[in-house]
């Protein structure tokens, strides 16, 4: 009798320890590599010193990758019961930035809490992944075809998107609309449905940009003519260029880098720390980061694709895909292929909002892999009619 309540009593930790075991520890090995790497490249940026970028930032580090496994251990039910007071609590705070943040750059993105920036709009970009995947899981995909079970979700998409560019922030808002709109298609969207939304865009493109800010239509000036103003608003992508190129095969050597260390570099512990990078390790340890960041998208994505219920599924083709903009967005800033806007490197860049954000998906993404065995809501309303 005894030994049957020790036993019940040690049950939960047993639980534990089997979650923890279920892990896919490979992907979290990827995931401090890139940490490393990119407080290695921090550490370059504050001229071979670990303040002021890279000690904080392993800090912040250290406490993502703690929430990340402690997410990891939740089902999927705690996490559908999170998703509305999150939501509703991401919106709270775009509201917040509106009325009380803090400006940067013509842009107020940041609200101080105890002392610390937040920025609101990388919670934003979770929060939708998690309502979204929240909402779908209980539909059919025969409820799917009535365009009416479309508007609420939908409604979910545009809230933040016109919050954020409210701000303005374009970059992050074209990234919170392309991941609604990428669940919108893994839950099932008819094609005819999806071609509704496509084909009025480049007519949308046009008003939107009649209402583009001063300094965001000299963004797109630039990026089509930079050398129109080299010393202006030409001059961040033309140094970023300059020291892409410098690096040539295996680079200038570490915290050797002209463009990097003698400041001509802009922002390079933030949206330029990738061209820091392949300055000082070439073309070489450019490949070879951006390889590691397809790795873990394509990692997420096999996440998604292995569970066997709705919820994992939507979730890690949301956070996969919310990752890999994030990648996709910085990388081709820095290399002149998009205009430049504020989007970090994720897990490389400095950033205290983006670092837990990200690893914060990533417990998200970890939950759908310890529970991908579950068929927690594969039986819906939806399904009944």
């Given at each position: 009798?005894?030994?049957?309540k020790?036993l019940?009593?040690?049950?939960?930790n047993?639980q534990?320890?089997?979650?923890l075991?279920?892990?896919?520890w490979?992907?979290?090995?990827l995931?401090c590599?890139?940490a490393?790497i990119g407080?290695g490249?921090?550490?370059?940026?504050g001229g071979?010193?670990?303040?002021?970028f890279a000690?904080?930032?392993?800090?912040?580090?250290?406490?993502?990758?703690?929430?990340?496994?402690?997410?990891?251990?939740?089902?999927?039910?705690?996490?559908?019961?999170m998703a509305?007071?999150l939501?509703i609590f991401?919106?709270?705070?775009?509201?917040?930035v509106l009325?009380?943040g803090?400006?940067?750059?013509g842009a107020?993105r940041w609200?101080?809490?105890g002392?610390?920036?937040?920025q609101?709009?990388e919670?934003?970009?979770?929060?939708?992944?998690?309502?979204l995947a929240?909402?779908?899981?209980k539909?059919?995909y025969?409820s799917?075809g009535?365009p009416l079970?479309?508007?609420?979700p939908?409604?979910?998409?545009?809230l933040p998107?016109?919050?954020?560019?409210?701000?303005?922030?374009?970059?992050?808002?074209?990234?919170?609309?392309t991941?609604?709109?990428?669940m919108?298609f893994?839950a099932g969207m008819?094609l005819?449905q999806?071609?509704?939304?496509?084909l009025?865009m480049?007519?949308l493109?046009k008003i939107a940009?009649?209402?583009?800010h001063?300094?965001q239509?000299a963004?797109?000036?630039t990026?089509l003519?930079p050398e129109s103003?080299p010393?202006g608003?030409?001059y961040?992508?033309i140094q970023?260029?300059?020291?892409?190129?410098?690096?040539g095969?295996?680079g200038q050597?570490?915290?050797?880098?002209?463009?990097?260390?003698?400041?001509?570099?802009p922002?390079?512990?933030?949206?330029?720390?990738f061209t820091m990078i392949?300055e000082?390790?070439g073309y070489?340890?450019g490949i070879t980061?951006?390889?590691?960041l397809?790795l873990?998208?394509f990692?997420?994505m096999l996440?998604a694709?292995?569970s066997r219920?709705?919820?994992?599924?939507l979730?890690g083709?949301g956070?996969?895909?919310n990752?890999?903009?994030?990648c996709?967005?910085?990388?081709?800033m820095?290399?002149?292929?998009?205009p430049?806007?504020g989007?970090?490197?994720p897990?490389i860049?400095y950033g205290g909002?983006?670092?837990?954000m990200?690893?914060f998906?990533?417990?998200?993404l970890?939950s759908?892999w310890?529970h991908r065995?579950?068929t927690?809501?594969?039986?819906?309303?939806?399904?009944?009619?």
């Amino acid at each position: 009798m005894k030994f049957q309540k020790r036993l019940l009593r040690a049950e939960p930790n047993f639980q534990i320890l089997t979650k923890l075991w279920q892990v896919n520890w490979l992907y979290v090995l990827l995931i401090c590599a890139l940490a490393v790497i990119g407080y290695g490249a921090l550490y370059s940026a504050g001229g071979g010193t670990s303040r002021p970028f890279a000690g904080p930032q392993s800090i912040r580090f250290c406490f993502g990758l703690v929430m990340m496994l402690g997410i990891a251990l939740m089902s999927p039910a705690i996490l559908v019961r999170m998703a509305w007071p999150l939501y509703i609590f991401s919106l709270f705070l775009l509201v917040a930035v509106l009325r009380m943040g803090h400006v940067g750059k013509g842009a107020e993105r940041w609200l101080m809490l105890g002392g610390m920036q937040v920025q609101p709009s990388e919670l934003a970009k979770i929060a939708l992944v998690l309502m979204l995947a929240s909402w779908f899981h209980k539909i059919s995909y025969r409820s799917m075809g009535n365009p009416l079970m479309l508007v609420p979700p939908a409604l979910m998409v545009l809230l933040p998107v016109a919050l954020v560019l409210k701000e303005p922030n374009l970059g992050t808002a074209v990234i919170i609309g392309t991941v609604g709109a990428s669940m919108f298609f893994g839950a099932g969207m008819r094609l005819w449905q999806i071609a509704l939304l496509v084909l009025p865009m480049p007519f949308l493109a046009k008003i939107a940009y009649g209402h583009l800010h001063d300094y965001q239509k000299a963004r797109v000036t630039t990026f089509l003519h930079p050398e129109s103003d080299p010393l202006g608003a030409g001059y961040n992508i033309i140094q970023s260029k300059i020291a892409l190129g410098s690096g040539g095969m295996w680079g200038q050597g570490y915290l050797r880098g002209t463009q990097g260390q003698l400041n001509f570099l802009p922002e390079k512990q933030t949206d330029f720390i990738f061209t820091m990078i392949a300055e000082e390790w070439g073309y070489v340890g450019g490949i070879t980061v951006i390889g590691m960041l397809l790795l873990l998208v394509f990692g997420g994505m096999l996440i998604a694709i292995r569970s066997r219920n709705q919820f994992g599924r939507l979730l890690g083709l949301g956070i996969s895909m919310n990752f890999f903009l994030y990648c996709a967005v910085n990388l081709s800033m820095v290399m002149g292929a998009i205009p430049v806007g504020g989007v970090p490197l994720p897990l490389i860049s400095y950033g205290g909002s983006a670092m837990l954000m990200v690893m914060f998906g990533f417990g998200l993404l970890m939950s759908a892999w310890v529970h991908r065995n579950s068929t927690f809501g594969e039986t819906t309303p939806g399904e009944k009619d």
